[in-house]
């Protein structure tokens, strides 16, 4: 069969992308401890813009030095990592017709699991963090105009580096998510209370990112719409603050759920990776569908846990989803997506153990079922 729909093009904004394949931001624990590109990483980006992913976005930078908590991320908050992320930016658009989006992020509260134990949490709220076992610093007004000044100076800095567009990092308890959710934003100030007051960091960036660059220059956000927290976020709410990003400007939505420090959900913010069942794959498919009617016929992208390039073929054939994001697959394969076009539509040898991010909390990002098969 061939994948017609899913290796057509599409757009975001005004940016064409050779088929409907994403790479979903994914930390590598590639960089240096100081967040400087490394070749290691830009050859992780290299084998995926030759294997045949139409876009893809990168592991979340940093906007500032309070939001790079997590072991190895890269950074982009001053100028000195300018001159490795145009490398990495040339290596990519050295393939044809490869796009590359720059995620942005502060890790807030949400990192420490994988980070520095001495780093000092941030967020909306005074909320305990789980590894250090002490409340975050709740964010003054003058701190959070700060924060989204930074935002907006990393966002330059990407379009500067080269990048096609750029993807604000707004879910998984990170600290734009921890604004999102009524679990962990308890202000009552011009950022926290209603569902408006809590999105108005997100439409703040946004704005003053489109004041700061080239207009034509996309700006997508990955977004929480569900945080499986009690008093926390739910997908009908998520729906409603999609809408106001949509109409605020934002040119794509890739919407997620749940967070990082598991331990508030009783481990169970995130749907199972083992589970095989069909009814447990393709975890956000209810999420994409429940925002579509709010789009305005702006992108959506549909990751999480979706394998099968048959059904894929069909989401985007029936325009259930505009683009589908895969990540774990493409560090087993970062050849997939060529796989797939020209006619092996297996399966992805990756077996959804999440042992790479496993390996990345100490090391760097691998797959470990890969490497034990290349030992043996």
């Known amino acids: 069969m061939e994948l017609k729909n899913l290796f057509s093009p599409g757009k975001i904004g005004n940016v064409q992308i050779k088929n409907r394949i994403i790479r979903s931001a ?38 500032e030095p309070s939001g790079a908590a997590t072991h190895r991320m890269a950074c982009l908050f001053d100028d000195s990592y300018i001159s490795g992320q145009k490398e990495l930016v040339k290596a990519v658009h050295e393939y044809s017709e490869v796009k590359i989006a720059a995620q942005i992020a502060h ?45 907006v100076e990393t966002g330059r800095r990407a379009y500067e580096c080269g990048y096609d567009m750029v993807q604000i990092h707004g879910a998984h308890g990170y600290l734009l998510s921890d604004f999102v959710s009524p679990f962990t934003n308890k202000r009552t ?18 704005n003053q990112l489109k004041d700061e660059l080239d207009k034509n220059f996309p700006i997508i956000i990955k977004l929480n719409t569900k945080d499986y927290l009690q008093e926390g976020l739910r997908l009908e709410e998520g729906k409603r ?18 967070r990082y420090d598991l331990k508030f959900s009783k481990r169970k913010t995130y749907p199972t990776v083992m589970d095989k069942s069909g009814e ?8 994409v569908k429940m925002l579509k009617p709010v789009m305005r016929g702006r992108p959506i992208i549909l990751q999480g846990g979706i394998r099968n390039p048959l059904i894929m073929e069909e989401i985007i054939k029936e325009t259930i989803a505009d683009f589908i994001a895969l990540s774990r697959p493409l560090i087993y394969e970062p050849d997939l997506p060529n796989r797939w076009k020209n006619g092996d539509l297996s399966l992805p040898l990756c077996t959804n153990c999440n042992g790479c991010l496993t390996v990345a909390a ?15």
């Open 107 to 151: 890790t807030g509260n949400g990192a420490f699991i994988f980070g520095n134990k001495d780093f000092k949490p941030v967020g909306p709220s005074p909320m305990i963090n789980l590894v250090l076992n002490k409340l975050c610093h709740e964010l003054t007004t003058e701190e959070i105009r700060r924060i989204i000044k930074s935002f």
């Open 280 to 287: 447990n794959q393709n975890y956000f498919l209810q999420n």
């Open 241 to 258: 603050i999609a809408k106001i990003l949509i109409e605020a400007g934002y040119d794509a939505i890739e919407p997620s759920s749940g």
């Open 189 to 206: 100030d011009e950022y926290g209370g209603t569902y408006q007051k809590r999105t108005k960091i997100l439409v703040d960036i946004y």
């Open 26 to 63: 994914t930390w590598l624990a590639k960089a240096t401890n100081d967040g400087y590109v490394t070749e290691d990483l830009i050859k992780i980006y290299k084998d995926l813009a030759e294997g045949g992913t139409g876009l893809i976005i990168s592991g979340y930078l940093a906007v």
């Open 362 to 376: 100490t090391d760097t990002a691998y797959c470990v079922v890969k490497k034990k098969s290349e030992e043996k």
